[in-house]
């Protein structure tokens, strides 16, 4: 069965400003994005989606997931015209307090494949936390495998204990500073032994579980939460905020698939909007002290009892969480629809799918 895809029109200006800002020629691009995420797409179809022509919108997230990779964040709607919008006239704008919230925001995450053990540092470095997954059944029977000092016996279940092991070590060690600073001394090469022993492990872990047919995914997700941080970055910065702060959490997924990314989708109760509103409405907004004056029970009681009273989750509902490789048209769009070949493709598959 066919399914048939409604094409969207490109906004080409912007998607060419993004090549030409990253020092790209059209070929560049091409063969990074082959080589970074394993897609391809033709030149000719490059061309016509920089020309303007209607594309079909697995081609603009492809274009998303490649500057995304480079921490350069876009959504579909940047990169589509919609010309069928109409305007609204004497429109009356609400009042902000008359505004509604939304109960839930929707937010999505691209995670991609993991490679090697760099792929898991970079991530570990930039953020504060970590949160596994596993959408499958994790094999507990052993498998025979190899190594190069010989044939070894073990289970997908085992690998995967390791590998969460080896990720939670290293997380707590980056976030000792004095761990950091004594790897960077010359006589503190166990050090440096160390950690090759943890990329070479984890690189024959992650093949064996790639040979069983499991991948594991990973990214970086922001997420919103109530805390207190420096009102100022400098190091005699003695002023500190209770307010909404974005979090880094690393995201981990174990899947048993053979795609070079997968979505994460989060239906977000206690997104920033939210928080925000919830801040000013029970006046904890003004929460701003000194070092000494947060050391008070009574002003963190009374932030405790805030909490509680609204019944604040600071984690990820894992019971909202949900993976697929699906591409959205629009962010308005975000209830999904499958991706396809249309027919006028069909009829061009080999234009369409070229080497370049």
């Known amino acids: ?17 993004l090549r030409e800002t990253n020092n790209l020629s059209q070929e560049d691009f091409l063969s990074r994005m082959k080589e970074d995420l394993g897609y391809t797409m033709s030149r000719r179809t490059y061309q016509r989606i920089e020309k303007g022509d209607d594309v079909q919108p697995k081609y ?20 589509v015209l919609d010309n069928n919008k109409k305007k609204i006239v004497n429109k009356k704008t609400k009042s902000p307090a008359e505004k509604i919230i939304q109960t839930y925001d929707y937010q999505k995450v691209y995670l991609y494949k993991v490679n090697h053990f760099e792929d898991v540092s970079k991530l570990i470095t930039k953020s504060s936390r970590r949160k596994f997954f596993y ?11 190899w190594r190069e000092l010989g044939v070894i016996y073990t289970s997908e279940k085992d690998v ?12 707590k060690k980056h976030l000792n500073n004095k761990n950091q600073i004594a790897r960077e001394k010359y006589d503190n090469a166990d050090l440096e032994f160390d950690l090759i022993d943890i990329v070479s492990d984890f690189g024959e872990f992650l093949k064996f579980l790639n040979s069983q047919g499991v991948n594991l995914y990973a990214a970086n997700f922001n997420l919103a939460q109530f805390g207190v941080e420096a009102v100022d970055p400098h190091p ?6 209770y307010g909404v702060y974005d979090k880094v959490i690393t995201i981990f ?3 048993r698939d053979n795609e070079q990314d997968l979505n994460f989708n989060y239906e977000n ?4 909007e939210k928080l925000e509103q919830l801040l000013k409405k029970h006046k904890m907004d003004n929460f701003e002290k000194n070092q000494f004056e947060w050391g008070d029970p009574e002003i963190n009681d009374e932030i405790q009892a805030f909490e509680e009273s609204i019944k604040y989750f600071d984690g990820i509902d894992t019971s909202k969480v949900t993976f697929d490789h699906r591409v959205p048209f629009t962010n308005d769009d975000f209830g999904y629809e499958p991706d396809g070949r249309d027919l006028a493709e069909m009829n061009n598959y080999k234009d369409e799918d070229e080497s370049f």
């Open 60 to 79: 603009l997230d492809y274009i998303i997931k490649f500057y995304d990779k480079k921490n350069i964040k876009l959504n579909i709607d940047e990169l």
């Open 160 to 171: 995967v204990k390791r590998m969460v092991s080896m990720i939670g070590d290293f997380g």
């Open 1 to 17: 069965m066919i399914q048939i895809v409604k094409k969207k029109k490109p906004n080409s200006k912007k998607i060419k400003q």
């Open 236 to 241: 005699y910065n003695d002023l500190f905020k």
């Open 269 to 272: 109760f206690w997104h920033r």
């Open 253 to 255: 997924c174990f899947k």
């Open 135 to 145: 959408p499958l059944t994790i094999n507990s029977s052993n498998i025979t495998s």
